[in-house]
């Protein structure tokens, strides 16, 4: 499985971005992508994730009402919506994927074995 970030940029406080996540190779019905994201000095966080099957999503906290991850099957691709960016917003973005994940441990991130490049994220006050 290959995984393809884009769509990261420099955006004022209150915009928007859409990201993608390509994935090439191998798939499977099973499979989870989800978001993580990276600011400078801090640890990786979950940001959201969605099942292929059944289309189930995840989010943080921090994003719930602002972001909205979806996929398009026939693509192979994932999205992500950030609306309403705040400043604390800013990091690298990455995606990531596994054949199988429990809900127990979907918003961790040692818990994906397929990551993508990042994409940067930077939001302006």
């Known amino acids: 499985v290959q995984l393809q970030a884009s769509g990261g940029g420099l955006v004022q406080a209150g915009g928007s971005l859409r990201l993608t996540c390509a994935t090439s190779?191998?798939?499977?019905?099973?499979?989870?992508t989800g978001w993580f994201r990276q600011a400078p000095g801090k640890e990786r966080e979950f940001v959201a994730a969605i099942r292929w099957s059944g289309g189930n999503t995840y989010y943080a906290d921090s994003v719930k009402g602002r972001f909205a991850i979806s996929r398009d099957s026939a693509k192979n691709t994932v999205y992500l919506q950030m609306n309403s960016l705040r400043p604390e917003d800013t990091a690298i973005y990455y995606c990531?994927?596994?054949?199988?994940?429990?809900?127990?441990?979907?918003?961790?991130?040692?818990?994906?074995?397929?990551w993508g490049q990042g994409t940067l994220v930077t939001v302006s006050s």
């Open positions: 990531a994927a596994d054949p199988a994940i429990g809900l127990a441990t979907i918003r961790i991130s040692r818990s994906y074995k397929y």
């Open positions: 190779g191998r798939t499977f019905s099973s499979q989870v």
